[in-house]
């Protein structure tokens, strides 16, 4: 529909059934792959719960892959998790702890 609200609606049904993939890929991932991820999250304006599990596990996982990680992967993961936390919400648990790590 032209109000967008089958977009929202789209993007937050593909957040639930991607949710649990994406938790359980970050073991392998790489920081690129973890970036990427969140990049289209943010790019997406994919409806995540800022505190909620694929959140948290990506954050956290992009801190474990910091000595690997290029200033790319970097960038563009505190681009996405500064966007996927509204640009106005201070950062909080492990998104705190990566952007502050940084």
Excluded at 8 to 29: C, K, M, N, W
Excluded at 44 to 50: A, G, I, S, Y
Aim: with cysteine.
């Amino acid at each position: 529909d032209s109000s967008g609200r089958g977009d929202v609606a789209a993007a937050a049904a593909a957040a639930e059934l991607l949710g649990p993939a994406i938790v359980s890929s970050l073991p392998s991932a790489s920081a690129q792959n973890v970036a990427n991820i969140l990049w289209a999250l943010a790019k997406l304006n994919v409806p995540l719960q800022v505190e909620g599990e694929v959140m948290t596990s990506l954050s956290r996982r992009m801190v474990d892959l910091l000595p690997e990680a290029e200033i790319q992967h970097l960038a563009s993961a505190a681009w996405a998790i500064a966007r996927l936390h509204g640009g106005s919400r201070q950062a909080r648990g492990p998104h705190k702890e990566y952007l502050c790590t940084l």
